[in-house]
């Protein structure tokens, strides 16, 4: 990061901190004081403190301090925190005189877990082992406990069933996270805030990372300091919250009724030592490191909340760099500048093939000595990202009964991720000078700069009519993602001495706009049934999709048919002939005006929800929600859950429910072309909308419909003495339709000749198809217990999970004989194989950890702070999208390419073994409001498995074929999907109270 922006940030944090403080001592009157645990005097944060007959409240802070602004009287004060005995305090309020009132509370001797929201109707509050379906609860502590510093990446090292990583050379998925529960998609969980829908984005990931042709939430967008708490319902609940909700629902809760101020600045860098094994020509491997110091953190957050006469205001922000990092091996492909790119050219006629690829190699050497090229020419890591965030919370009491809350929120995100290096003999893609020599003489390694605008506006009101509670809510959310691409060019283009080497290439935006209407009342007893919940509702919501073209410049070249030389062999050489000039600006062709679409539906639902007790002992709820949508028609989604408790330490609980996700106007409408490197090698592939005559008619796609599910989960939950609590939960979840982007169909395949889009190598589209099968459990244990002067807290999470593809559902078309068996030859070129092939359905099934446990211990005592973390990431299966085990009728394998076991089992379809990554964070507290957090991600420097470098690819070999492998050149040396690449991180924090 650059020495004046930082400046500027600590400068910005300075001031921010220093206003804030002084705004708080002049408001700071009344009442304050810190509330903590009576057994072991540590702090509690989130506690409630009520003033008796009023809504006059506070919430305690980091710090666990709270401050109540009240007019002088007698006053009582209610504290509280779930799991704890409420304590009633006597208070005299002088006329010009603050008063400080600290309290110790007693831990109850029914210890529960944390009171939820998320997955009832009902406003009758139950900790995480009372409810009728799995929540997970994350707290403030969980949030900021850490080295990580945004949403997605906490939830990941803290929500068992969570899977979020980032990845890296896939476009606009270098920016935005794309998230996962239970294994499933990240467009099949539904995202809310304050308990209400967020809006997606307008971004479609379609470059090979997990979610690939899906659409998610950027949960990053929202601040950490705006969040009282997360939580993870892992159930299905398309019944009681609408379409997406097949995996569950993610709730974020904001903080409100606070009082206090709280600031923190963070700052961190990898302090990593990245060992990895190249092979050698002659066989055996040389092992290589490098001692890296990348990718700082600088953030500043702070979270301030004001008194608005009887209502309450929060406002949270953040402002964060995030440098990139480099986890790249060297380029081992024979040649840079002579020859071709990638590999070998053909032996020219009359020449020894041994004889001319070494002299190829020698001359291209001499090439990189004399230019001092460097052939780790790639940058494969976390993207750099500048993010900032403001979010603010509040509400205002109207009458008697009435309350006016409001939430409003926006980020802006400016990040620069890499593509593919284009080497010198990549001909049909560098741009050239007005004389014919190249503009790049040493290749280069075009960006993707991403701006990424989020908005939100929640506005609602909350009444009683008579005995019924009402709530009327406009919720409206926007996201843009504008794409502009740095150091490249398009090749197309005239020789010029002046090449455009920046370009605009579009942008995506998306914008929702939802309005609830939600009655429900509350039946204390009604015969056998205790606290009888009715609940129904209404929601009306628009979604609108947009695509804007880029700069003509950004992809034309298509209809020009410029022809370029091809690298000589020699150096000094003429070129042995001419190739295309690759159209539109290179790692990413803008959007182009026939790509431009601007779509909207709009959707209807109703829901009924009722949920009681019978005798006290078994909790029923049955829901119903009726959805239709103006693309795609009408369903009837329902569900039914239950607890019984068998004894009082014992509950038992299960769901069955119906589920059901429209797709998304992005995945109806997407339409472009990316630049995906396939074996190394560069293609364009067209990406057609569900409607263009490529996909109609061409290849057969059949009209997109909606996903449909079935949910089953059986748990049981337990609270075993005062502290230990533990829930077990399984789970079976059956899609079918399921929408996924499909295959690489090719020129040759689709039978494209040669003025049929030019430029174009593969044709790509979203189809519903496949069914699938996720089923597993979750365990999760927690221990409270005074060990020593201090409290130690121990929790296990633990989840197993399996995805499994039962069908893949090509239409007729793509099923025809004539596309597939009666076409003989390779059956990687059938349509039935290339519609949804291996790799795919390994990215589904085994592309993330098949299990994950996480384990943690905290020891608070008087100041001092240690949290301990490991989590277990499972292992992770890829697999090449080619058939490796396909044979011809004389028994010889199709693609010989792939070196096998003695078992004829193919290197290159790779399992990645578990990993155990540790963190461990030591916080101090100097006063009661500054306190020290120092502390690791990753301690012990723990990287996955490397990707398998095929041997004959060792650099300097004259048998050399990149396809053998998927590390792209020996570039890629990891994957992404066990908890990153990146190695060791150490931080500081600094947290300010008041």
């Given at each position: ?38 057994t ?32 002088p ?56 082992i ?6 997970d ?15 997605s990446?906490?939830?990941?090292f ?13 476009d ?238 926006a ?112 039946y ?18 628009r ?11 950004s ?37 182009q ?17 009722v ?23 009408s ?78 989960t ?8 005062r ?34 889009y030019v ?17 597993g ?31 893949i ?60 973390r ?125």
């Open positions: 990061m650059s020495n004046l922006y930082s400046g500027k940030l600590l400068q910005a944090a300075f001031f921010a901190i220093a206003w804030l403080f002084s705004i708080t001592i002049a408001c700071a009157q009344g009442i304050t004081g810190r509330i903590t645990d009576k072991s005097g540590s702090i509690i944060p989130g506690a409630t403190v009520l003033v008796v007959g009023s809504t006059t409240g506070a919430t305690t802070d980091a710090e666990g301090v709270y401050r109540l602004s009240v007019s009287g007698v006053y009582n004060l209610r504290f509280s925190f779930v799991g704890y005995e409420a304590l009633t305090l006597p208070v005299t309020i002088p006329a010009g005189e603050p008063v400080t009132l600290d309290a110790a509370i007693q831990e109850s001797s029914s210890r529960l877990n944390e009171v939820v929201v998320v997955g009832s109707r009902a406003a009758t509050a139950r900790t995480n009372q409810t009728v379906a799995p929540v609860v994350i707290s403030t502590k969980d949030l900021k406990g850490f080295a990580q510093t945004d949403v990446q906490i939830l990941n803290v929500a068992p069933s969570f899977n979020s990583n980032r990845q890296t050379v896939t606009g998925t270098d920016h935005v996270d794309p998230a996962s529960l239970r294994g499933l998609g990240p467009d099949q969980v539904l995202v809310l805030v304050n308990g209400k829908r967020r809006h997606t984005t307008a971004l479609v990931n379609i470059n090979g990372s997990v979610g690939r042709g899906s659409v998610g939430t950027d949960m990053n967008a929202i601040p950490v300091a705006a969040i009282e708490r997360i939580e993870v319902l892992r159930d299905g609940a398309a019944a009681q919250y609408g379409s997406d909700a097949i995996a569950g629902v993610i709730n974020v809760v904001l903080k409100k009724n606070y009082t206090g101020l709280t600031a923190s600045l963070t700052a961190g860098q990898s302090f990593t030592n990245m060992k990895y094994d190249v092979p050698l020509v002659g066989g055996g491997t040389e092992q290589r490191s490098q001692s890296l110091r990348d990718g700082g953190v600088l953030q500043f957050d702070f979270s301030k909340g004001f008194r608005l006469g009887k209502g309450s205001l929060t406002v949270a922000g953040q402002v964060q760099e995030r440098g990139r990092t480099n986890r790249s091996g060297p380029d081992n492909a024979p040649t840079e500048y002579l020859g071709a790119a990638g590999g070998f050219p053909s032996t020219p006629t009359g020449q020894n093939q041994n004889d001319f690829r070494s002299k190829l190699i020698a001359d291209d050497q001499t090439l990189i000595a004399q230019r001092g090229y460097n052939r780790q020419n790639m940058i494969i890591g976390n993207s750099s990202a500048r993010n900032y965030g403001l979010f603010v919370n509040g509400s205002l009491p109207v009458g008697v009964n009435g309350n006016l809350y409001f939430t409003a929120g980020s802006f995100r400016t990040g620069t991720g890499y593509g593919n290096n284009r080497v010198p003999a990549s001909r049909a893609q560098q741009p050239l000078n007005a004389d014919g020599s190249l503009y790049y003489p040493d290749g280069f390694l075009p960006a993707i700069q991403s701006k990424i605008n989020d908005q939100s506006l929640l506005v609602g009101y909350k009444t009683k009519l008579g005995q019924w509670n009402m709530d009327l809510s406009n919720t409206f959310g926007r996201n843009s993602f504008r794409f502009d691409v740095l150091n490249s060019a398009n090749a197309s283009l005239p020789n010029s001495n002046t090449q455009q080497t920046e370009f605009y290439a579009g942008k995506l935006l998306f914008n929702q706009n939802t309005t609830n209407l939600d009655f429900s009342r509350l204390a007893q009604v015969g056998a049934i205790t606290g009888l919940n009715l609940a129904a509702g209404a929601e009306y919501r979604d609108q999709f947009q695509i804007e073209a880029g700069e003509p410049n992809y034309i070249g298509a209809s020009i048919g410029k022809t370029v030389p091809t690298a000589p062999f020699t150096i000094g050489g003429t070129s042995p002939g001419t190739t295309l000039a690759l159209p539109g600006s290179q790692v990413f062709p803008g959007y005006p026939t790509d431009a679409i601007n779509a909207s539906r709009h959707n209807v639902s109703l829901y009924a929800d949920e009681g007790e019978l005798f006290r002992r078994l909790l029923l709820d049955l829901a119903g929600r009726y959805e239709n949508y103006s693309d795609f028609g369903k009837l989604t329902g569900k039914l859950a239950g607890r019984l408790r068998l004894i009082d330490a014992l509950n038992i609980r299960g769901a069955i429910s119906t589920g059901f996700r429209a797709p998304s106007l992005h995945q109806r409408y997407f339409q472009n072309t990316s630049t995906q490197f396939v074996s190394g090698n560069p293609s364009n592939t067209l990406t057609v909308n569900n409607e263009n005559p490529i996909a109609r008619q061409v290849i057969g796609v059949n009209a997109l419909k909606p996903e449909t599910s079935v949910n089953y059986l748990g049981l939950t337990s609270q075993i003495g502290q230990f609590t533990i829930t077990i939960d399984a789970y079976l979840i059956d899609i079918n339709d399921r929408i996924l982007y499909s295959g690489a169909f090719s020129r040759s395949v689709l039978g494209f000749g040669a003025n049929d430029g174009i190598n593969n044709v790509r589209f979203f189809a519903n198809a496949a069914n699938t099968r996720t089923k459990i979750d365990i999760v244990a927690t221990e409270r217990l005074k060990a020593g002067p201090g409290q130690l807290t121990l929790t296990a999470a633990i989840n197993f999970n399996q995805n499994k593809v039962l069908s559902n090509p239409s007729d078309v793509i099923n025809s004989p004539a596309n597939n068996e009666n076409k003989g030859g390779n059956p990687d070129t059938w349509f039935r194989n290339i519609f949804f092939d291996r790799s795919q359905v390994a990215l589904l099934e085994t592309g993330q950890p098949q299990n994950k446990i996480n384990l943690s211990a905290s020891y608070t005592i008087g100041k001092f702070d240690l949290t301990l490991t989590v277990r990431f499972g292992s992770v299966t890829n697999k090449t999208n080619l058939d490796p085990y396909a044979k011809n009728a004389s028994g010889a394998y199709y693609n010989s390419q792939f070196a096998r076991t003695e078992s004829g089992d193919p290197y290159i379809d790779q399992t990645f073994n578990p990993i155990w990554v540790t963190d461990l964070t030591a916080n101090y507290r100097f006063t009661k409001a500054i306190s020290l957090s120092l502390g690791a991600n990753n301690l012990f420097d723990v990287y996955p498995d490397q990707l398998y470098i095929d041997p004959r690819n060792a650099l300097g070999t004259l048998d050399y074929a990149s396809g053998r492998d998927a590390s792209n050149r020996g570039r890629f040396l990891f994957g992404s999907n066990q908890g990153g690449f990146n190695g060791r991180f150490l931080f500081a924090r600094l947290t300010a109270s008041f």
